[in-house]
Structures are given as C-alpha cells and as structure tokens.
C-alpha cells in the first residue's frame, strides 16, 4: 500500500535558519510527489511537485525539494527561514495507476515553528 | 481566476442530523477531490468526482456520499451525523483529464463542521 511518512511532528528552528523537513513514502509504483502549506484556518496552499522530471524541484517562498529514489525521500528545504514560514507543512503522493491520479495521500503533517 | 470556494465557511449540527457541503472548482476545472481533516487523522482522501462521475473513493461509510453537476460544482452529504464526523472538510478541484495521470490540486478553504 502506498503511504507518506513525515518524521517530526513540531519542528521549531531560529529565523534565518535552515528548514529541513522530512518525508518518505512508499509506492509501488513511480509516484508524483507534493508539499503543500497550511495556515491557520485555510486550506492547502501547493508549494511545489516533483512529477518524474527534473529530480531537484524548487517551489515558491524559496522552499525547494529532492527526489530521491534510492531513500524513497523527498525532503523539503528553504536556506533561510522567515517568521511567515511557520505553518504546517503536508507531503503527499498521488499515482499514475486508472482513477487514481485525482487522490493525494497524505503524511501527518510538521508542524513549523519560527523563533526570532 | 477565482479560486476554489466551499460553502458554508463553518457549521453546527447536532447527531443524527444530516448536512450537505457545496464546493465551486475553479473555473475549467473538470475534477473535484474531498477530503476531511481531523487532529487525530489527518487529511484522509474521501471521493473524487469528474465529469459528474465518482471515479474514485476513500475507504468512508455509507454515510458520506457525493455528487457532481454538469458546471462541475460539487456537493457532498453526511447523513446521521456522529460526533466523530467534526472535522475539516476541504475540496479541492483540478483540471482532470486522464484518469491516471496526477494533477495538481488546488484547495479550497473548507468549511468546518461541528457535531453536538
């Protein structure tokens, strides 16, 4: 079965420090790969997508993210953190199997704190 | 383009009552995704529709059902409320196409129900 593991639930880093936030999946099949932000009561805000092209995909605000396959990992990263990064964060994977492309599945979720 | 809207923002319902959720795509946007989100599960898939079709489905009961129009407005429907039914509920709509192939998901706010 396909899944989406996220290791960290809170992780808390200084402004202008580096964001490392991590996620591993498993897939049977060659997955496309997500991170979406959320704020506060809003919904998910898409930060970027690896779909089997270029393994190194950046995204917006700055964050960018690797596909590995040999670690099944694709880990977000952003060089600098700023206070208006702290949010929860969400990977997830779709598949390119029949009726399947139009369903995420997500991990937990990391929840970003930002001290100054 | 206008975003994703869902409709109402938040509501109260007491058990057993049923309660009905609207969701408008972005314009074009031939698919529609729902999905919950509580603190203890997660963002967890319920259906997709396209087209007016269900053309995939979470592992919800009975009680969660959908439906699509022919604009691609999307509704869906919880009957006999229970307590474990308060959660996030959030849409999201894509362009659709093939049916295996991800696309990119853009969300809507949610709307968020209350069961008393």
């Known amino acids: 079965a396909q899944s989406v593991t996220q290791l960290g639930s809170h992780v808390s880093v200084s402004e202008g420090a580096l964001v490392l936030l991590r996620c591993n999946y498993s897939?049977?099949?060659?997955?496309?790969l997500f991170w979406y932000v959320q704020y506060p009561n809003q919904g998910l805000q898409l930060l970027l997508k690896y779909t089997s092209a270029a393994t190194l995909v950046k995204g917006i605000n700055g964050f960018e993210a690797e596909f590995k396959k040999s670690e099944t990992s694709f880990h977000l990263t952003k060089p600098s953190a700023h206070m208006s990064d702290a949010a929860e964060y969400f990977c997830a994977v779709s598949l390119m199997i029949y009726n399947q492309g139009g369903k995420l599945i997500f991990g937990q979720g990391t929840e970003l704190s930002v001290k100054p | 383009k206008a975003g994703v809207t869902q409709t109402p923002r938040y509501l109260i319902k007491t058990r057993g009552q049923q309660v009905t959720l609207s969701c408008s795509p972005i314009?074009?946007?031939?698919?529609v995704s729902w999905y919950q989100q509580t603190p203890g599960q997660g963002l967890q898939f319920l259906f997709e529709?396209?087209?007016?079709?269900?053309?995939n489905k979470g592992n919800f009961p009975g009680r969660f059902s959908g439906r699509q129009f022919s604009n691609s407005r999307s509704e869906m429907n919880v009957s006999t409320l229970e307590l474990g039914d308060s959660a996030l509920y959030l849409c999201a709509s894509s362009p659709g196409g093939l049916a295996g192939v991800p696309n990119e998901q853009f969300f809507g706010p949610g709307t968020r129900l209350t069961v008393l």
């Open positions: 529709y396209f087209s007016e079709t269900q053309r």
């Open positions: 897939s049977s099949v060659p997955p496309y």
């Open positions: 314009s074009g946007h031939r698919s």
